[in-house]
């Protein structure tokens, strides 16, 4: 993805490169002009001093107005190629079914777009601008070695194969760390969000330890790799460094005998000093930033950014979905990861029918309303609406067509206004009036719910969920306990006006059934 996101935004990289390589082009000249600053020092040449002195300053400072530039540019194409793989995630993770994105943790996909995001930010983009800069001071340094003699070039050239060739064999052990490094965040991030949402729980039975304890195995675990992965850097870096120096001092000694030998003037004693130390640090640089660049470009291979086309699909009927009659539920069943099996008993909708489904925890009540809303799979039997098998309407047409109230409603840090609509554009006089029908019309004012709906109730929160469904005027409702954590005369209130709306088609799964309003239902079915 890394590579093809530098290739989707060639027009900006080409263009850093030209600044980048215009920068060097200035460094590397104002360095081959202090030869001539010595020589004319050596020969008492004021003029030649005076001339040699004016171009080196005006080229360096070209380099620094065109450093600033380029710095300015990388930073503008580093945001736009990280926002393009973050639009990538997020696309990934938005087409996958229920069942795809609960194959994962919440928190790995967190880790994704924060942890891994910011890596490729800093470490992978970072160097991979890092590398061209240095690369096009090796170049230049070369061409300028090469003016003074092709003999230091070819000893410069021979010691670079060398110093590529020696890290390299480190590199997979970079590759594998930093892997490794990154799939312990997405961990850690869902160990650090169970134990901090459980602390309530751990105050009540005097357990607050628990939770330093139990966060400092995971630290101590992030510790050690970050720390192992800093010794494999600390060691290549180390080799790096250690050639380069001996490389440099190579050089500039057999630069001094040619000087001695009278080949070369004694001011390029100076120049060469430079230039073998731009050659090799920034060789020692390129090797570092190219094996960072490499390795840390691979901590996104595990996402699966073509994941909507690699589930087989069933073929699909493209003609729009309508729910005319009656749904039919035939020997279903559903199997669990765990084998554990779940058998639905066959039940039977009709159209503006008013339908309970009664049992105990963990008969199965909740895993058929998620098979109703195509949220789960079934492994055996058929759910038919209008003798058509669910499994062959488009999902996302199916979906127009049904509400789900969830047992724990999600709220966003958002209006309640806003999350009542989820953004959409409806009739403001329509929504006050869903908003009084589920009488939260105190909580209009609010600026936002808060994140996870933190100022708010819990039974406000399901109020707002159910909110939500009856807005979208579609036409199945599915209640998973939507009235649990409201009190009895407010959940008469909204279940009755529910159960009298002629056009909704509702499906109401509950542990006690107001018995006032029991003769309201069609049937009850009980699991």
Known sequence: MVFKTIKKFWKYN???????TLESGGII?????????????INSDKYAFLESFAISLFLWLIALILGYIKNIHVEY?????????????????????????????????????????????????????LAISSFTLIVFSAIAILKFSYVLLIIAIVAAI???????????????????LSK??????????EWIKGFPTLISYNKNYLLKQQLNIENEKIANLKSDLGKTKAIINSIIRFLSVVFQYSIIFVTGIFVLSGRLSGGVIFSIGDLTGNFFGNMSFFINEVTMFFSTSKIIDKI??????????????????????QIKIKNL????????????????????????????????????????????GYTKGTIEIDGQNINNIDTKKYRDKISYVKQKPYIFDLSLFDNVTLLDNFDKEKVEKIIDKIELTDLENIDSLGLFGKN?????????????????????????????????????IIEKAILLNPELTVIFVTHHLNPVLEKMFTDIYEF
Request: aromatic content about 12%; overall charge neutral.
């Open 456 to 492: 708010i109730s819990g039974g406000q929160a399901q109020r707002v969920e159910i909110g939500r469904s009856l807005i979208q005027e579609k036409d199945i409702l599915l209640i998973d306990e939507g009235t649990s954590n409201l009190d009895s005369e407010t959940s008469y």
């Open 184 to 193: 312990k965040y997405e961990k850690y991030i869902s160990k650090v969000d």
């Open 77 to 129: 194409a580093k945001q736009k190629q990280v926002l393009y793989i973050r639009n990538k995630i997020l696309s990934s993770i938005s087409v996958k079914s229920y069942e795809e994105f609960h194959e994962k943790q919440i928190n790995e996909y967190i880790s994704w777009l924060t942890l891994d995001i910011n890596t490729l930010e800093e470490q992978c983009f970072g160097n991979f601008y």
């Open 29 to 41: 000249l104002s360095t081959v002009y202090l030869s001539k600053i010595m020589d004319s020092l």
């Open 162 to 180: 060398i110093m590529t060739i020696v890290p390299n064999r480190l590199r997979k052990q970079l590759d594998i760390k930093n892997t490794s």
């Open 333 to 376: 069943e559903y199997d669990f990861p765990n084998s554990q099996k779940i058998l639905i008993p066959d039940m039977n909708f009709i159209k503006g029918g008013k339908y309970a489904i009664l049992g105990k925890s963990g008969t199965g009540k909740t895993t058929f309303l998620n098979i109703l809303s195509k949220n789960l």
């Open 304 to 325: 699966n950014f073509d994941n909507s086309l690699d589930v087989p699909r069933i073929p699909l009927n493209d003609n729009e979905f309508t729910f005319f009659n």
């Open 14 to 20: 080409f263009l850093l490169t030209f600044l980048i």
